[in-house]
């Protein structure tokens, strides 16, 4: 079955410096998406992606973030200078449409700002 | 702010029973609802969608809607101890993003 891939499974970063997740979305999808989950907390909705725009953001999505699809298969979530708040999983999701298709999880990115 | 609540539970359950989760919402324009399974340290895992009114059957789950009274839940019959976990009730309304509950936890002792 197809899935969604994310890397690395677990990103160790210094306070204030600049990390990228990545993301390898099912093939034929075309909305995008990431959510993050802080240790104990909800999943909470970060940013959706669909036809190489941002399509909804959240609140938490604030400058210090940024999207891309710098290819045909990757897409990617940048934080430029990581505060201690950010430690959280980080998951990428897609789907194949917008309207009330389910969305596909990957296995998440655990991020750890020291 | 759009809600969705869940009791933290944890919810046991002897092996072969039936368990019931339970979800409300706030936003009467959610339009549909998904139930993902998490286990611990990991992802969401899609286990049902609902979108009408009524019940939606896959083999051991049954997936409830009532819109009137803005109620989701999610029946697992035969209950494994392979089914414990932490349920997470999401749900859509006209907008991209899915709202998450803070999740039922589920133990199903053998």
């Known amino acids: 079955e197809p899935e969604v891939t994310q890397t690395p499974s677990h990103q160790v970063t210094q306070m204030g410096q600049e990390v990228i997740l990545r993301c390898v979305p099912i093939?034929?999808?075309?909305?995008f998406y990431w959510y993050r989950q802080i240790l104990g907390q909800k999943v909470e909705f970060l940013v959706s992606?669909?036809?190489?725009?941002?399509?909804?953001k959240s609140e938490i999505f604030d400058d210090q973030f940024s999207v891309e699809r710098p290819d045909g298969s990757n897409f990617t979530l940048k934080i430029r200078s990581t505060k201690l708040e950010d430690s959280a999983m980080y998951f990428c999701?897609?789907?194949?449409?917008?309207?009330?298709?389910?969305?596909?999880f990957g296995d998440g990115t655990r991020l750890s700002i020291l | 702010q759009k809600e969705v609540e869940q009791n933290s539970g944890p919810l046991s359950v002897p092996e072969g029973a039936i368990a019931s989760l339970n979800c409300t919402y706030s936003?009467?324009?959610?339009?549909?609802f998904f139930w993902y399974r998490q286990y611990s340290g990991k992802s969401p895992e899609l286990i049902m969608f609902?979108?009408?009114?009524g019940d939606k059957e896959d083999g051991r789950f049954t997936a409830q809607l009532n819109k009137a009274s803005q109620y989701v839940s999610l029946l697992i019959r035969d209950s494994q101890p392979s089914d414990s976990a932490t349920y997470l009730c999401?749900?859509?309304?006209?907008?991209?993003?899915?709202?998450f509950g803070a999740g039922t936890i589920l133990r199903v002792k053998s």
């Open positions: 999401a749900v859509k309304g006209n907008g991209n993003k899915l709202v």
């Open positions: 936003d009467r324009g959610s339009q549909s």
């Open positions: 999701a897609s789907s194949d449409s917008h309207s009330n298709q389910p969305q596909h």
């Open positions: 609902i979108y009408s009114n």
């Open positions: 093939s034929n999808h075309l909305y």
């Open positions: 992606f669909y036809n190489n725009e941002i399509s909804e």
